[in-house]
């Protein structure tokens, strides 16, 4: 064999092999493309689900918050009408209006306690259950003190002293709730930055 004929078998033999390595690349190559891209699907997949789990998370706090604020609301307006009572002016109001405004807010958080009760945790419930029992006891407690005079400012100190008494259970009430949303969210946010850092 001379020169020409080794050379043109070593050329065709490198060439074959190196057919034959790119037909092996190619292939795996294939393979490799396939996997990335179903990894790829299911890290979607994944992902999709976690933004819809943290989706509903969120949704489940905004309703579990909504509830607590406008439980707070009404202790607030009740407990406003009675510094509005507490703080009237000779001539200022009338004791008709107040029997109203006061009868009305706590006939309005008296039912919001009870639309809501189903929705609050054991102790939260104990806690409303009892605000409730204080705005019934406003209510009576502010018509009674209130007919003893003629105007709202000539209260007695008695009913001063009772009114200032419910208002701070209302306070506290506020408070304890105040204090579990706080928890609650804070839970949420280090919880959510937890997971998502």
Known sequence: MDTEQITILVVGGTGAALALLALIIAVAGKLSAGSVQKDIEHLQQDISRQESAQ???????EKWLKVRSAILLGMQ??????SRILHAKPGALKKASCHKAVSDTGRAFSELCENHAGKLGEFEQTVVERAKDVAVEVTYQARAFLDEVQDPAELSSKGRETLLRLRAELTEAQQ???????DRLMKH????GGEGG
Request: glycine share 0%.
């Open 77 to 82: 307006k009740l407990k406003e009408e009675i």
């Open 55 to 61: 989706w509903m998370k969120n949704r489940e706090l």
């Open 189 to 192: 946010v280090l919880k959510d």
């Open 176 to 182: 304890f709730l105040r204090d579990r949303m706080m």
